[in-house]
């Protein structure tokens, strides 16, 4: 992966419209950036959802994510990408996840950052766990984001 793909797993929240200009600036030749932004919902299967907390291991995360942003680039003609994915304790409206990728037009951008955030949700090593009103639960992958990775395959 080059010097204009990164990704960053921390505690930290990140500023959308600083890593989007980050990511404006690596080349005159960008014509389009997509993003995805994730947020941390307040219900999950009808139950509410006071907090989220995620784990990970540290280096085997980051590897997996780069992993799949290079993926990214063999399928499609990317001039950056950029991944920051929080860990911790967070609460409902917080942002968790930011997928961004530059490349010269708009199809590949939005193609490429939809596939990034389809394998990170099944591909990635997080672990998820929420504290409901009636205690805490390990949090997997769901079929529909099964599903939604599965389409990517040729």
């Not at 404006?24 to 993003?35: D, F, K, L, T, Y």
């Not at 950056?80 to 930011?98: E, F, M, S």
């Not at 708009?106 to 205690?135: H, N, Q, S, V």
Request: glycine fraction near 6%.
């Amino acid at each position: 992966m080059s010097a204009n793909f990164s990704v960053s797993v921390q505690q930290q929240d990140f500023d959308v419209s600083a890593e989007l200009a980050l990511l404006r600036q690596q080349s005159h030749e960008v014509g389009a950036i997509a993003n995805f932004v994730g947020v941390v919902r307040d219900i999950n299967d009808d139950q509410k959802v006071a907090t989220l907390e995620l784990e990970h291991y540290p280096g085997m995360t980051e590897k997996s994510i780069s992993d799949i942003m290079a993926q990214a680039t063999e399928r499609w003609q990317l001039l950056g990408g950029r991944v920051i994915h929080r860990i911790g304790k967070l609460a409902p409206g917080d942002q968790i996840v930011l997928v961004a990728v530059s490349s010269q037009h708009r199809g590949e951008a939005f193609a490429a950052c939809e596939f990034i955030m389809d394998y990170l949700k099944t591909r990635a090593p997080f672990w998820k766990k929420e504290l409901t009103p009636d205690g805490e639960r390990w949090v997997d992958a769901r079929d529909s984001d099964h599903c939604a990775a599965d389409r990517w395959r040729e």
